[in-house]
Nanobody, 121 residues
């Protein structure tokens, strides 16, 4: 069974930093794109950042210059370094991975359980 497990959430003051980690486990042949999404109360889930298996990154406009996504392909992990946090960054953050479970199979999206980030003003 393929699982994504996030860690690193918590409470931080505005201007502070946090680092999220997400580990993929299970029967995995390879992983294509990995990413972070977030969902604030009363809002839809939105993209934060993505990274291809070659290292190409993409960021939402409101996190550019503050957040950095990275990954370790050998460890099947993705990270999100969040600096200069703002109260509007408060949300549940979800890890996402496009996983190829077996050779010659198409990838499928998997999600972590989510981790709460609360930024106090």
């Amino acid at each position: 069974q393929i699982q994504l497990v996030e860690s690193g959430g918590g409470l931080v003051q505005a201007g502070g930093s946090l680092r999220l980690s997400c580990a993929a486990s299970g029967r995995i042949f390879s992983i294509n794109d990995m990413g972070w999404y977030r969902q604030a109360p009363g809002k839809q889930r939105e993209l934060v950042a993505t990274i291809t298996n070659g290292g190409t990154t993409n960021y939402a406009d409101d996190v550019k210059g503050r957040f950095t996504i990275s990954r370790d392909n050998a460890k099947k992990m993705v990270y999100l370094q969040m600096n200069s946090l703002k109260p509007e960054d408060t949300a549940v953050y979800y890890c996402n991975a496009e996983v190829v479970p077996r050779a010659y199979h198409t990838s499928r999206p998997f999600w972590g359980q989510g981790t709460q980030i609360t930024v106090s003003s």
